[in-house]
């Protein structure tokens, strides 16, 4: 079965990057179609991006697109969120999944962005 683990996250400045991973434990991605979601506090949970099993397919949420870019590496089971020109919207713990979820939702990792 597969374990979701989402790293990378941290505080940041407005205007910096950082990047995101999400790795696969116990399995693979597949064919699956991967993605990226956030909640911030009293928020409910919403889309960010989303990425086909090739990675020529790709899609996001117009809060975030220009500025953010999803990736993934199978061969590593590991799906990547790049964020630039981060502001404080962008504060948030951000989850990955399948889309439309279907997995056991990980810890998350959480983005703190500074104004």
């Known amino acids: 079965q597969v374990q979701l683990v989402e790293s990378g996250g941290g505080l940041v400045q407005a205007g910096g990057s950082l990047r995101l991973s999400c790795a696969a434990s116990?399995?693979?991605?597949?064919?699956?179609?991967m993605a990226w979601f956030r909640q911030a506090p009293g928020k409910e949970r919403e889309f960010v991006a989303a990425?086909?099993?090739?990675?020529?397919?790709?899609s996001y949420a117009n809060s975030v697109k220009g500025r953010f870019t999803i990736s993934r590496d199978n061969a590593k089971n590991t799906v990547y969120l790049q964020m630039n020109s981060v502001n404080p919207e962008d504060t948030a713990v951000y989850y990955c999944?399948?889309?439309?979820?279907?997995?056991?939702w990980g810890q998350g990792t959480q983005v703190t962005v500074s104004s």
């Open positions: 999944n399948k889309n439309p979820p279907s997995l056991g």
């Open positions: 116990g399995g693979t991605f597949g064919y699956n179609t």
């Open positions: 990425i086909n099993w090739s990675g020529r397919g790709t």
